[in-house]
C-alpha cells in the first residue's frame, strides 16, 4: 500500500512512535500532520501492555490523537520484539517515547541503547517530571501537573479554590514543545551529522507555560492568585453581563479605554478620574464592571460584539463547542476537516497555514496492527519471516 503523506514539509523522515496516552501523542500527530511516516508502535491487544484507548478505534478521543499514522503491532516485552524495534530504529530518524525513565531501561530501548545502532537518530521523551532527579519515577499525569506547576492556584474565582482548566493542558503543551524540540535536533542534524536525546515534560512543560505569571514570581517575587475572568493587570478585561447573556471585553490602554466608553455611549465613565489609568481601573474592576454591564444591559451580546469591534474594540461572544465550529471565521478557517481518504469523521487540522506544504487530514486511526505486515516487508522481511513472527506473538 503506497502511504500518501499529510503534508510534503516532513515527509522524507521517519518516525517510531513508541508513545500511548496524550502527551506523547500529541508530538506524535504534529509531525504526522506535517507529512512525516509516523509508525505507531503498538502493544498486541492480547497483552497486559495494550493501551486501552486503543481497543475503540473511533473513540473521539483516540480518532483526534492517531490520525496520519500507519500502525505496527510488536510486543516489546518479548526478546525477539526487541530485536525486530531496534532493527527498525536503525534507520529511523526519530523514536518517540513517553515510558517512565526507568522502563525503557528495562527494556532496552533507551537513548543508550539505540544511538550505538543510528548516530543520526532524534531520539525524543515525554514523562511526567524529567529524565532525572527526585520525582524521576513518579507517575505523572496532567492534573497532578497542572497543580504542581502552579496553574490550579491561578485558576478560578478569587476565594474558589484550586480550579484545574477544561482542557489537559500540560500533556498538550509538552507534546507540541517536544515536536518542536525534535524539528529543531533533526534541523540541527543537518549541520552536525549527529542525532540527539530531546526531553521534557508534563511539569516543565506547564510552567513554561505560566510565562508572565511565572515572572510575577521570579523577577518581582510576587505571588499571583486567582482573578476568575478578569484579566491579572489589566481593566475593563473580563467577562461582563449583555441583555441576553456573557462577553468577553478586552480593553488595554488609554486609547482603546476612550473608544470603549464611547462606543457603550459611557462619558461619564471615561472622565471619570478614578478611571484615568489601568492600574487604577483594575483597582476598581468590581464597582467598574457593574457600571459597564448597565450599559450593556440594553443590548443583546451579538449587537455589542459588532459594536465594539467596528469601533476598534476587543470583544467576542463566549461559545458552547458547537457554536464555535459554527462561527463563520471558523467554518471559512476551514480547521474542521474531513479525512482525504474519504474515512467518514471530521477531525480538528491544524492551525498553521504554509503556502507551499499545507498539512490536511490524511486518515483517520488505522486500525489495529493495519500496517504490519506493509512495513515489515519495507524492511526486507519476507512473507514467511512475517509469519514466523506471528507464530511467536511478536508482532499481532
Known amino acids: 500500500m503506497t502511504r500518501t503523506p499529510a503534508s510534503k514539509a516532513l515527509q522524507r523522515f521517519t518516525v517510531l512512535d513508541l508513545t500511548r496516552a496524550r502527551a506523547g501523542p500529541t508530538a506524535a500527530r504534529m509531525l504526522a500532520d506535517w507529512g512525516a511516516d509516523v509508525i505507531?508502535?503498538?502493544?498486541?491487544?492480547?497483552?497486559?501492555?495494550?493501551?486501552?484507548?486503543?481497543?475503540?478505534?473511533?473513540?473521539?478521543?483516540?480518532?483526534?490523537?492517531?490520525?496520519?499514522k500507519r500502525t505496527l503491532a510488536i510486543d516489546l516485552k518479548k526478546p525477539e520484539g526487541v530485536v525486530l524495534f531496534k532493527k527498525l530504529a536503525t534507520t529511523a530518524d526519530v523514536v518517540?517515547?513517553?515510558?517512565?525513565?526507568?522502563?525503557?531501561?528495562?527494556?532496552g530501548i533507551g537513548y543508550d541503547d539505540l544511538r550505538p545502532l543510528n548516530p543520526r537518530l532524534v531520539y525524543a521523551s515525554i514523562s511526567g517530571f524529567g529524565q532525572d532527579g527526585p520525582y524521576r519515577d513518579r507517575p505523572g499525569v496532567d492534573q497532578i501537573a497542572?497543580?504542581?506547576g502552579g496553574l490550579m492556584s491561578i485558576?478560578?474565582?478569587?476565594?474558589?479554590?484550586?480550579?484545574?482548566?477544561?482542557?489537559?493542558?500540560?500533556?498538550?503543551?509538552?507534546?507540541?514543545?517536544?515536536?518542536?524540540?525534535?524539528?529543531?535536533?533533526?534541523?540541527?542534524?543537518?549541520?552536525?551529522?549527529?542525532?540527539?536525546?530531546v526531553h521534557t515534560s508534563l511539569l516543565e512543560a506547564m510552567i513554561h507555560m505560566l510565562d508572565f505569571q511565572a515572572a510575577r514570581w521570579l523577577i518581582a517575587e510576587d505571588v499571583p492568585g486567582q482573578a476568575g475572568n478578569d484579566h491579572p493587570t489589566h481593566a475593563p478585561m473580563g467577562v461582563f453581563s449583555a441583555q441576553d447573556g456573557e462577553m468577553n471585553i478586552g480593553v488595554t490602554g488609554r486609547l482603546i479605554w476612550e473608544r470603549f466608553c464611547a462606543a457603550i455611549d459611557a462619558p461619564d465613565l471615561v472622565d471619570d478620574p478614578r478611571y484615568r489609568t489601568s492600574h487604577e481601573?483594575?483597582?476598581?474592576?468590581?464597582?467598574?464592571?457593574?457600571?459597564?454591564?448597565?450599559?450593556?444591559?440594553?443590548?443583546?451580546?451579538?449587537?455589542?460584539?459588532?459594536?465594539?469591534?467596528?469601533?476598534?474594540?476587543?470583544?467576542?461572544?463566549?461559545?458552547?463547542?458547537?457554536?464555535?465550529?459554527?462561527?463563520p471565521q471558523v467554518q471559512h478557517l476551514g480547521i474542521a476537516q474531513?479525512?482525504?481518504?474519504?474515512?467518514?469523521?471530521?477531525?480538528?487540522?491544524?492551525?498553521?497555514?504554509?503556502?507551499?506544504?499545507?498539512?490536511?487530514?490524511?486518515?483517520?486511526p488505522h486500525r489495529h496492527g493495519?500496517?504490519?505486515?506493509?512495513?515489515?516487508?519495507?524492511?526486507?522481511?519476507?512473507?514467511?519471516?512475517?509469519?514466523?513472527?506471528?507464530a511467536k506473538d511478536v508482532i499481532a
Not at 457593574?290 to 465594539?308: C, E, G, S, T, Y
Not at 519476507?382 to 509469519?387: K, T
Open 40 to 68: 505507531k508502535i503498538e502493544a498486541p491487544l492480547t497483552t497486559k501492555a495494550r493501551d486501552p484507548m486503543a481497543e475503540d478505534r473511533r473513540d473521539p478521543d483516540f480518532t483526534n490523537l492517531h490520525r496520519n
Open 281 to 327: 481601573r483594575w483597582q476598581l474592576r468590581d464597582e467598574l464592571r457593574a457600571a459597564i454591564n448597565a450599559k450593556l444591559a440594553n443590548n443583546p451580546v451579538a449587537h455589542w460584539v459588532d459594536v465594539l469591534n467596528e469601533a476598534g474594540v476587543p470583544s467576542g461572544p463566549i461559545n458552547a463547542i458547537d457554536k464555535v465550529f459554527a462561527e
Open 96 to 107: 518517540l517515547e513517553n515510558y517512565r525513565p526507568a522502563v525503557k531501561e528495562r527494556l
Open 338 to 364: 474531513k479525512p482525504a481518504n474519504g474515512d467518514p469523521v471530521t477531525l480538528v487540522g491544524q492551525a498553521i497555514h504554509m503556502s507551499r506544504t499545507p498539512s490536511h487530514v490524511q486518515s483517520a
Open 146 to 148: 497542572q497543580g504542581m
Open 155 to 197: 485558576t478560578g474565582l478569587p476565594g474558589q479554590g484550586p480550579v484545574r482548566v477544561g482542557i489537559p493542558i500540560s500533556d498538550l503543551c509538552a507534546g507540541i514543545l517536544l515536536g518542536y524540540g525534535v524539528l529543531a535536533a533533526l534541523h540541527e542534524r543537518e549541520v552536525s551529522g549527529e542525532g540527539q536525546w
Open 370 to 390: 493495519e500496517d504490519t505486515d506493509a512495513i515489515l516487508e519495507s524492511y526486507g522481511y519476507s512473507a514467511s519471516d512475517i509469519e514466523a513472527l506471528r
